[in-house]
Protein backbone atom coordinates (compact mmCIF):
# COMPACT_ATOMS: atom_id res chain seq x y z
CA UNK A 1 0.00 0.00 0.00
CA UNK A 2 1.59 3.22 -1.12
CA UNK A 3 0.39 6.63 0.83
CA UNK A 4 0.45 9.93 -0.69
CA UNK A 5 1.87 12.00 1.71
CA UNK A 6 4.74 13.56 -0.57
CA UNK A 7 2.14 14.84 -3.21
CA UNK A 8 0.62 18.28 -3.38
CA UNK A 9 -2.66 18.35 -2.19
CA UNK A 10 -4.17 19.26 -5.66
CA UNK A 11 -6.87 16.60 -6.14
CA UNK A 12 -8.46 14.06 -4.08
CA UNK A 13 -8.31 10.84 -5.74
CA UNK A 14 -11.05 7.99 -5.25
CA UNK A 15 -9.53 4.84 -3.74
CA UNK A 16 -8.60 3.08 -6.69
CA UNK A 17 -5.66 2.43 -8.74
CA UNK A 18 -5.86 1.31 -12.37
CA UNK A 19 -3.21 -1.23 -13.47
CA UNK A 20 -4.28 -2.03 -16.83
CA UNK A 21 -6.68 -1.20 -19.62
CA UNK A 22 -7.76 -2.52 -22.88
CA UNK A 23 -10.49 -0.37 -25.41
CA UNK A 24 -13.45 0.46 -23.33
CA UNK A 25 -11.95 -1.14 -20.02
CA UNK A 26 -10.14 -0.70 -17.23
CA UNK A 27 -8.82 -3.22 -14.42
CA UNK A 28 -7.73 -2.42 -11.13
CA UNK A 29 -5.21 -3.31 -8.84
CA UNK A 30 -7.38 -5.93 -7.31
CA UNK A 31 -7.76 -7.13 -10.75
CA UNK A 32 -11.43 -6.19 -10.93
CA UNK A 33 -12.84 -4.69 -14.36
CA UNK A 34 -14.54 -1.19 -14.80
CA UNK A 35 -16.22 0.02 -17.92
CA UNK A 36 -14.82 3.39 -18.55
CA UNK A 37 -17.15 6.10 -19.25
CA UNK A 38 -15.11 8.89 -18.70
CA UNK A 39 -12.04 7.60 -20.48
CA UNK A 40 -9.56 10.05 -18.61
CA UNK A 41 -11.37 13.13 -18.80
CA UNK A 42 -12.16 12.62 -22.74
CA UNK A 43 -8.50 11.70 -23.21
CA UNK A 44 -8.36 8.00 -24.46
CA UNK A 45 -10.97 8.71 -27.34
CA UNK A 46 -9.19 5.27 -28.80
CA UNK A 47 -9.88 3.33 -25.27
CA UNK A 48 -6.77 2.32 -23.51
CA UNK A 49 -3.97 0.48 -25.02
CA UNK A 50 -4.85 0.63 -28.15
CA UNK A 51 -2.72 -1.59 -30.34
CA UNK A 52 -1.90 0.85 -33.71
CA UNK A 53 -1.02 3.77 -30.27
CA UNK A 54 1.17 1.23 -28.71
CA UNK A 55 2.62 0.54 -31.83
CA UNK A 56 3.22 4.03 -32.79
CA UNK A 57 5.24 4.68 -29.40
CA UNK A 58 7.05 1.85 -28.98
CA UNK A 59 8.77 1.90 -32.60
CA UNK A 60 9.51 5.99 -32.12
CA UNK A 61 10.84 5.61 -28.69
CA UNK A 62 13.15 3.27 -30.06
CA UNK A 63 14.28 5.79 -33.18
CA UNK A 64 14.26 9.19 -31.05
CA UNK A 65 12.31 10.88 -28.16
CA UNK A 66 13.20 14.42 -28.17
CA UNK A 67 15.51 16.79 -30.65
CA UNK A 68 14.07 20.40 -29.34
CA UNK A 69 12.77 22.77 -32.02
CA UNK A 70 16.00 24.15 -32.76
CA UNK A 71 15.84 21.64 -35.90
CA UNK A 72 13.16 20.79 -38.11
CA UNK A 73 11.00 17.78 -37.11
CA UNK A 74 9.28 15.93 -40.03
CA UNK A 75 6.89 14.45 -37.47
CA UNK A 76 5.58 17.63 -36.64
CA UNK A 77 5.46 18.85 -40.45
CA UNK A 78 3.78 15.65 -40.83
CA UNK A 79 0.77 16.21 -38.16
CA UNK A 80 0.17 19.59 -38.97
CA UNK A 81 -0.47 19.02 -42.73
CA UNK A 82 -3.34 16.49 -41.30
CA UNK A 83 -4.48 18.57 -38.47
CA UNK A 84 -4.88 21.44 -41.42
CA UNK A 85 -6.35 18.70 -43.68
CA UNK A 86 -9.23 17.78 -41.22
CA UNK A 87 -9.83 21.35 -40.20
CA UNK A 88 -9.78 23.64 -42.75
CA UNK A 89 -7.10 25.48 -40.34
CA UNK A 90 -3.60 26.65 -42.13
CA UNK A 91 -0.98 26.45 -39.37
CA UNK A 92 -0.52 24.82 -36.35
CA UNK A 93 2.08 25.46 -32.66
CA UNK A 94 2.29 22.36 -30.44
CA UNK A 95 2.05 22.53 -26.81
CA UNK A 96 1.99 20.00 -23.92
CA UNK A 97 -1.10 21.18 -22.52
CA UNK A 98 -4.48 22.35 -22.94
CA UNK A 99 -3.68 25.65 -20.83
CA UNK A 100 -0.37 26.03 -22.89
CA UNK A 101 -2.61 25.53 -26.13
CA UNK A 102 -4.75 28.51 -24.78
CA UNK A 103 -2.08 30.83 -23.35
CA UNK A 104 -0.53 30.65 -27.15
CA UNK A 105 -3.98 31.71 -28.33
CA UNK A 106 -4.20 34.49 -26.20
CA UNK A 107 -1.03 35.81 -26.88
CA UNK A 108 -2.01 35.80 -30.70
CA UNK A 109 -4.93 37.64 -29.42
CA UNK A 110 -2.79 40.33 -28.00
CA UNK A 111 -0.34 40.55 -31.12
CA UNK A 112 -3.27 40.98 -33.32
CA UNK A 113 -4.37 43.53 -31.21
CA UNK A 114 -1.57 45.23 -31.20
CA UNK A 115 -1.02 44.93 -34.83
CA UNK A 116 -4.35 46.41 -35.16
CA UNK A 117 -3.17 49.58 -33.14
CA UNK A 118 -5.35 48.58 -30.27
CA UNK A 119 -3.27 49.67 -27.06
CA UNK A 120 -4.23 47.46 -24.85
CA UNK A 121 -5.95 44.32 -26.36
CA UNK A 122 -8.75 42.58 -23.93
CA UNK A 123 -10.40 39.08 -25.32
CA UNK A 124 -14.00 38.65 -24.76
CA UNK A 125 -14.66 35.32 -22.28
CA UNK A 126 -18.03 33.67 -21.30
CA UNK A 127 -18.92 33.19 -17.90
CA UNK A 128 -19.23 29.47 -16.27
CA UNK A 129 -16.30 28.99 -19.17
CA UNK A 130 -13.02 26.62 -18.31
CA UNK A 131 -9.54 27.46 -20.16
CA UNK A 132 -6.91 25.98 -17.50
CA UNK A 133 -5.41 26.48 -14.57
CA UNK A 134 -2.10 28.80 -15.59
CA UNK A 135 -2.53 32.30 -14.98
CA UNK A 136 -3.67 33.56 -17.74
CA UNK A 137 -6.05 31.22 -18.69
CA UNK A 138 -7.60 30.82 -14.88
CA UNK A 139 -8.26 34.32 -15.11
CA UNK A 140 -10.05 33.47 -18.75
CA UNK A 141 -12.04 31.16 -17.25
CA UNK A 142 -15.97 31.87 -15.79
CA UNK A 143 -15.63 29.76 -12.84
CA UNK A 144 -14.57 31.65 -9.23
CA UNK A 145 -13.71 28.92 -7.54
CA UNK A 146 -10.43 28.65 -10.18
CA UNK A 147 -9.46 31.76 -9.00
CA UNK A 148 -9.82 32.35 -5.58
CA UNK A 149 -6.54 33.27 -3.70
CA UNK A 150 -4.49 33.51 -7.12
CA UNK A 151 -5.16 37.23 -7.38
CA UNK A 152 -4.25 39.74 -9.05
CA UNK A 153 -5.56 38.12 -11.82
CA UNK A 154 -4.33 38.31 -15.56
CA UNK A 155 -5.64 41.72 -16.96
CA UNK A 156 -7.19 42.04 -20.62
CA UNK A 157 -10.24 40.08 -20.16
CA UNK A 158 -14.21 41.13 -20.79
CA UNK A 159 -16.64 38.42 -19.53
CA UNK A 160 -20.08 38.07 -20.58
CA UNK A 161 -22.57 35.32 -20.51
CA UNK A 162 -22.69 32.44 -22.50
CA UNK A 163 -25.30 31.95 -25.37
CA UNK A 164 -26.32 35.29 -25.24
CA UNK A 165 -25.17 37.23 -28.13
CA UNK A 166 -26.64 40.44 -27.54
CA UNK A 167 -24.31 40.73 -24.25
CA UNK A 168 -21.82 40.22 -26.98
CA UNK A 169 -23.41 43.15 -29.04
CA UNK A 170 -23.33 45.40 -26.11
CA UNK A 171 -19.57 45.08 -25.25
CA UNK A 172 -19.05 45.68 -29.62
CA UNK A 173 -20.95 48.84 -28.63
CA UNK A 174 -19.29 49.83 -25.46
CA UNK A 175 -15.62 49.12 -25.98
CA UNK A 176 -12.76 49.80 -28.69
CA UNK A 177 -10.23 47.77 -27.30
CA UNK A 178 -11.56 43.95 -28.02
CA UNK A 179 -9.13 41.98 -30.22
CA UNK A 180 -11.01 38.17 -30.29
CA UNK A 181 -13.41 36.17 -28.52
CA UNK A 182 -12.32 33.05 -26.79
CA UNK A 183 -15.39 30.36 -26.34
CA UNK A 184 -16.54 26.92 -25.68
CA UNK A 185 -18.59 25.47 -28.59
CA UNK A 186 -19.93 23.44 -25.57
CA UNK A 187 -19.20 24.07 -22.45
CA UNK A 188 -17.71 21.28 -21.09
CA UNK A 189 -16.11 21.71 -17.14
CA UNK A 190 -19.23 24.10 -17.15
CA UNK A 191 -21.69 21.46 -17.13
CA UNK A 192 -21.66 20.04 -21.25
CA UNK A 193 -23.79 23.16 -21.99
CA UNK A 194 -24.75 23.42 -25.52
CA UNK A 195 -25.59 26.86 -26.95
CA UNK A 196 -28.69 27.97 -29.41
CA UNK A 197 -27.77 25.85 -32.79
CA UNK A 198 -26.43 29.08 -34.73
CA UNK A 199 -24.73 30.85 -32.08
CA UNK A 200 -20.80 30.42 -33.44
CA UNK A 201 -22.78 31.75 -36.82
CA UNK A 202 -23.50 34.96 -35.31
CA UNK A 203 -20.41 35.24 -32.83
CA UNK A 204 -18.59 34.76 -36.57
CA UNK A 205 -20.71 37.40 -37.92
CA UNK A 206 -19.67 39.80 -34.94
CA UNK A 207 -16.33 38.93 -35.43
CA UNK A 208 -15.94 39.60 -39.12
CA UNK A 209 -17.63 43.00 -38.31
CA UNK A 210 -15.97 43.95 -35.85
CA UNK A 211 -12.14 42.51 -37.37
CA UNK A 212 -12.21 40.15 -34.26
CA UNK A 213 -10.36 36.99 -33.84
CA UNK A 214 -12.83 34.16 -33.25
CA UNK A 215 -10.64 31.59 -31.14
CA UNK A 216 -12.59 28.42 -30.55
CA UNK A 217 -11.45 26.51 -27.50
CA UNK A 218 -12.26 22.80 -28.27
CA UNK A 219 -9.70 21.36 -26.12
CA UNK A 220 -12.70 19.07 -24.98
CA UNK A 221 -14.86 18.66 -27.83
CA UNK A 222 -12.54 18.47 -30.47
CA UNK A 223 -10.68 15.13 -32.40
CA UNK A 224 -13.88 13.69 -32.81
CA UNK A 225 -15.49 13.97 -29.49
CA UNK A 226 -18.87 15.63 -30.68
CA UNK A 227 -19.35 12.88 -34.22
CA UNK A 228 -17.24 15.61 -36.21
CA UNK A 229 -13.68 16.30 -35.78
CA UNK A 230 -14.03 19.06 -34.49
CA UNK A 231 -17.47 20.63 -32.97
CA UNK A 232 -17.63 23.96 -35.16
CA UNK A 233 -17.68 21.94 -38.16
CA UNK A 234 -21.91 21.06 -37.27
CA UNK A 235 -21.94 25.12 -38.22
CA UNK A 236 -20.56 25.39 -41.53
CA UNK A 237 -18.02 28.15 -40.00
CA UNK A 238 -14.37 28.67 -39.45
CA UNK A 239 -12.51 30.05 -36.44
CA UNK A 240 -9.73 31.87 -36.59
CA UNK A 241 -8.04 30.47 -33.90
CA UNK A 242 -8.87 26.62 -32.43
CA UNK A 243 -7.27 25.35 -29.48
CA UNK A 244 -6.71 21.40 -29.24
CA UNK A 245 -5.20 18.91 -26.21
CA UNK A 246 -6.98 16.37 -24.32
CA UNK A 247 -7.94 13.18 -27.10
CA UNK A 248 -5.09 15.33 -29.51
CA UNK A 249 -2.82 11.94 -27.80
CA UNK A 250 -5.01 9.61 -26.50
CA UNK A 251 -2.90 9.99 -23.16
CA UNK A 252 0.29 11.33 -24.85
CA UNK A 253 1.00 14.60 -23.27
CA UNK A 254 0.37 17.27 -26.55
CA UNK A 255 -1.53 20.48 -26.75
CA UNK A 256 -1.92 22.36 -30.42
CA UNK A 257 -2.84 25.87 -31.63
CA UNK A 258 -4.17 26.16 -34.98
CA UNK A 259 -4.57 29.32 -36.81
CA UNK A 260 -6.21 30.17 -40.01
CA UNK A 261 -4.99 32.67 -42.71
CA UNK A 262 -6.45 35.91 -40.62
CA UNK A 263 -3.66 34.88 -37.59
CA UNK A 264 -1.05 32.52 -38.81
CA UNK A 265 1.59 34.75 -39.13
CA UNK A 266 1.81 36.58 -36.39
CA UNK A 267 3.82 34.14 -34.24
CA UNK A 268 7.46 35.63 -35.89
CA UNK A 269 10.47 34.01 -34.61
CA UNK A 270 11.09 34.79 -31.28
CA UNK A 271 7.62 35.44 -30.02
CA UNK A 272 6.46 32.21 -28.72
CA UNK A 273 8.26 28.85 -27.95
CA UNK A 274 8.60 25.18 -26.08
CA UNK A 275 11.08 23.10 -25.19
CA UNK A 276 8.80 19.44 -25.70
CA UNK A 277 6.42 21.17 -27.74
CA UNK A 278 5.86 19.01 -30.71
CA UNK A 279 9.18 16.43 -30.11
CA UNK A 280 8.80 13.56 -32.06
CA UNK A 281 7.05 11.47 -29.78
CA UNK A 282 3.89 13.42 -29.21
CA UNK A 283 3.44 14.00 -33.14
CA UNK A 284 4.06 10.77 -33.87
CA UNK A 285 1.40 9.46 -31.46
CA UNK A 286 -1.46 12.26 -32.68
CA UNK A 287 -0.68 11.34 -36.34
CA UNK A 288 -1.45 7.80 -35.12
CA UNK A 289 -4.69 9.09 -33.23
CA UNK A 290 -5.78 10.96 -36.91
CA UNK A 291 -5.18 7.77 -38.76
CA UNK A 292 -7.07 5.74 -36.59
CA UNK A 293 -10.13 8.24 -36.28
CA UNK A 294 -10.73 7.50 -40.32
CA UNK A 295 -9.54 4.37 -40.71
CA UNK A 296 -11.88 3.14 -38.25
CA UNK A 297 -14.78 5.67 -38.71
CA UNK A 298 -15.06 6.92 -35.52
CA UNK A 299 -16.73 10.15 -36.26
CA UNK A 300 -19.82 8.27 -37.33
CA UNK A 301 -19.38 5.86 -34.17
CA UNK A 302 -19.72 8.78 -31.88
CA UNK A 303 -22.17 10.46 -33.19
CA UNK A 304 -24.35 7.00 -33.27
CA UNK A 305 -23.57 5.57 -30.16
CA UNK A 306 -24.15 9.56 -28.67
CA UNK A 307 -27.54 9.63 -30.05
CA UNK A 308 -28.11 6.00 -28.93
CA UNK A 309 -26.62 6.80 -25.33
CA UNK A 310 -28.92 9.98 -24.79
CA UNK A 311 -31.77 8.62 -26.77
CA UNK A 312 -31.68 5.75 -24.01
CA UNK A 313 -31.75 7.91 -21.43
CA UNK A 314 -34.81 9.91 -22.48
CA UNK A 315 -36.68 6.63 -22.53
CA UNK A 316 -35.73 5.26 -19.56
CA UNK A 317 -35.36 8.37 -16.79
CA UNK A 318 -36.25 11.39 -18.84
CA UNK A 319 -39.57 11.49 -17.09
CA UNK A 320 -38.29 11.39 -13.73
CA UNK A 321 -39.30 14.57 -11.42
CA UNK A 322 -35.63 15.93 -10.47
CA UNK A 323 -34.27 15.06 -13.68
CA UNK A 324 -34.05 18.69 -15.29
CA UNK A 325 -32.45 18.02 -18.96
CA UNK A 326 -30.70 15.54 -20.79
CA UNK A 327 -28.30 16.84 -23.77
CA UNK A 328 -25.50 16.74 -25.31
CA UNK A 329 -23.24 16.28 -28.88
CA UNK A 330 -22.01 12.99 -30.22
CA UNK A 331 -20.12 11.30 -26.97
CA UNK A 332 -20.21 14.37 -24.83
CA UNK A 333 -23.08 13.61 -22.75
CA UNK A 334 -24.64 15.38 -19.70
CA UNK A 335 -27.65 14.95 -17.63
CA UNK A 336 -28.41 17.66 -15.32
CA UNK A 337 -30.33 16.46 -11.95
CA UNK A 338 -32.00 19.02 -9.21
CA UNK A 339 -29.80 18.30 -6.60
CA UNK A 340 -32.23 19.14 -3.79
CA UNK A 341 -34.47 16.23 -5.04
CA UNK A 342 -31.43 13.55 -4.70
CA UNK A 343 -30.98 12.12 -1.23
CA UNK A 344 -27.29 12.64 -1.20
CA UNK A 345 -24.72 14.46 -2.89
CA UNK A 346 -24.69 14.29 -6.57
CA UNK A 347 -20.90 13.78 -6.38
CA UNK A 348 -22.08 10.67 -4.69
CA UNK A 349 -23.38 8.89 -7.69
CA UNK A 350 -19.37 8.93 -8.74
CA UNK A 351 -18.43 6.34 -5.96
CA UNK A 352 -21.38 4.76 -6.42
CA UNK A 353 -20.82 3.83 -10.06
CA UNK A 354 -17.55 3.27 -9.42
CA UNK A 355 -18.95 0.43 -6.48
CA UNK A 356 -20.79 -0.87 -9.97
CA UNK A 357 -17.49 -1.32 -11.68
CA UNK A 358 -18.73 2.06 -14.18
CA UNK A 359 -16.68 5.68 -14.25
CA UNK A 360 -18.59 8.41 -14.65
CA UNK A 361 -17.81 12.29 -13.83
CA UNK A 362 -20.23 15.10 -11.95
CA UNK A 363 -19.27 18.57 -13.07
CA UNK A 364 -20.74 21.49 -12.27
CA UNK A 365 -22.27 20.80 -8.98
CA UNK A 366 -24.88 18.85 -10.37
CA UNK A 367 -24.53 17.32 -13.64
CA UNK A 368 -23.60 13.62 -14.85
CA UNK A 369 -20.97 14.21 -17.31
CA UNK A 370 -20.26 10.97 -19.55
CA UNK A 371 -16.92 11.04 -22.42
CA UNK A 372 -17.04 7.46 -23.38
CA UNK A 373 -14.32 6.75 -25.87
CA UNK A 374 -15.25 7.27 -29.77
CA UNK A 375 -14.69 3.46 -29.84
CA UNK A 376 -17.73 2.31 -27.61
CA UNK A 377 -19.87 -0.49 -29.13
CA UNK A 378 -23.56 -1.09 -28.50
CA UNK A 379 -23.42 -3.43 -25.74
CA UNK A 380 -21.52 -1.25 -23.92
CA UNK A 381 -23.75 2.24 -24.47
CA UNK A 382 -26.59 -0.15 -23.30
CA UNK A 383 -24.03 -0.93 -19.77
CA UNK A 384 -23.77 2.91 -19.35
CA UNK A 385 -27.31 3.59 -20.05
CA UNK A 386 -28.82 1.34 -17.49
CA UNK A 387 -26.19 1.54 -14.93
CA UNK A 388 -26.57 5.41 -14.53
CA UNK A 389 -30.25 5.37 -14.87
CA UNK A 390 -30.79 2.67 -11.87
CA UNK A 391 -28.54 4.88 -9.93
CA UNK A 392 -30.16 7.98 -10.58
CA UNK A 393 -33.36 6.43 -10.39
CA UNK A 394 -32.87 5.10 -6.49
CA UNK A 395 -31.37 8.54 -5.74
CA UNK A 396 -34.35 10.33 -6.45
CA UNK A 397 -36.88 7.31 -5.18
CA UNK A 398 -35.24 7.16 -2.02
CA UNK A 399 -35.39 11.25 -1.04
CA UNK A 400 -39.11 11.18 -2.08
CA UNK A 401 -39.70 8.26 0.22
C1 LIG B 1 -9.23 20.38 -20.01
C2 LIG B 1 -9.49 21.70 -20.61
C3 LIG B 1 -8.52 22.71 -20.62
C4 LIG B 1 -7.19 22.59 -19.93
O1 LIG B 1 -6.38 21.59 -20.46
P1 LIG B 1 -5.10 21.09 -19.63
O2 LIG B 1 -4.44 20.09 -20.55
O3 LIG B 1 -5.60 20.49 -18.36
O4 LIG B 1 -4.24 22.27 -19.37
C5 LIG B 1 -8.83 23.90 -21.27
N1 LIG B 1 -10.01 24.09 -21.88
C6 LIG B 1 -10.96 23.14 -21.91
C7 LIG B 1 -12.25 23.38 -22.61
C8 LIG B 1 -10.75 21.91 -21.25
O5 LIG B 1 -11.71 20.99 -21.25
Known amino acids: MTTNEHLMKTYSPLDVTFEHGEGAYLWDTNGRQYLDALCGIAVCGLGHAHPAITKTISEQAAKLLHTSNLYRIDNQQKL ?77 FIRVPY ?8 VAESYHNVAAILVEPIQGEGGIKVPAQDYLNQLRE ?63 PGNHGSTFGGNPLMCATASTVIDTIQSENLLENASKMGSYIVNGFKNKIGQLDGVTEIRGLGLMIGIELDAAKLNHDCAELVRLALQKQLLINVTAGNVIRLLPPLIINQQQADTIINTVSELVASALQKSAA
Open 80 to 156: ANQLCEVSGMSRVFFSNSGAEANEAAIKIARLYGHKNNIDEPHIIVMENSFHGRTLATLSATGNRKVQAGFEPLVQG
Open 163 to 170: NDIDAVKH
Open 206 to 268: ICDQQNWLLMLDEIQTGMGRTGQWFAFQHNKMQPDVMTLAKALGNGVPVGACLAGKKADEIFQ
